[in-house]
């Protein structure tokens, strides 16, 4: 996926100075990284440039967002073990590879992203969803009987055999469509 161009359809430049400030040089003001992130998911094209030196920091940079989205976020994207794996392909015959390959990797993920959200929002209607959130709350609740002690008479709240049929089923048909989509 190429990424967009500022208004003007260059490539928005941003420099960064020694006490550490980034200057926007298309929109004459001091960003953050934050900013940064945020032009990042806009799908702007932007380089970052050391002030003194001219040399292109863009990569350290982007590096420098993932690891405070990391460290922020509540949620961390990238496990250890992938990190793991990342740390020890530096200096093996393989790194001048993995660059290509986790763009190639990454382009394809998107690609299927978007093919699995286009599939749901054609197969499955605002009525599905509802019907979707029923299923999942008869999960939650068949779930949670397991947890609950019988009666005096030794029986329990009965769950009907259909909802977990019918739940296959639909799971079933929803497998087949993203098979479907893989062709």
């Known amino acids: 996926m190429a990424a967009a161009q500022s208004e003007g359809g260059d490539t928005v430049v941003v420099k960064k100075y020694a006490n550490r400030r980034l200057y926007n040089t298309q929109s004459s003001s001091y960003i953050t990284l934050e900013d940064l992130a945020r032009m ?5 094209d932007f380089v970052v440039l050391d002030a003194k030196t001219g040399a292109d920091i863009t990569h350290a940079i982007l590096t420098q967002i993932i690891m405070e989205e990391e460290s922020n976020g509540a949620e961390q994207m990238l496990p250890v073990g992938f990190l793991r794996q990342l740390i020890s392909m ?16 990454m382009a394809n993920f998107r690609a299927n992203q978007g093919k699995l959200q286009d599939a749901w929002k054609s197969s499955v209607g605002p009525e599905a969803f509802a019907k979707l959130a029923e299923t999942n709350m008869a999960m939650f609740k068949a779930a949670a009987s397991a947890f609950i002690p019988k009666n005096a008479d030794g029986q329990g709240e009965a769950k009907p055999a259909g909802e977990l049929d019918e739940l296959k089923a639909q799971m079933a048909a929803m497998q087949k469509k993203l098979d479907e989509l893989g062709k």
């Open 40 to 44: 990042t998911r806009g799908g702007v």
């Open 90 to 105: 530096y200096g093996d015959s393989m790194q001048a590879m993995m660059p290509q390959y986790l763009e190639a990797s």
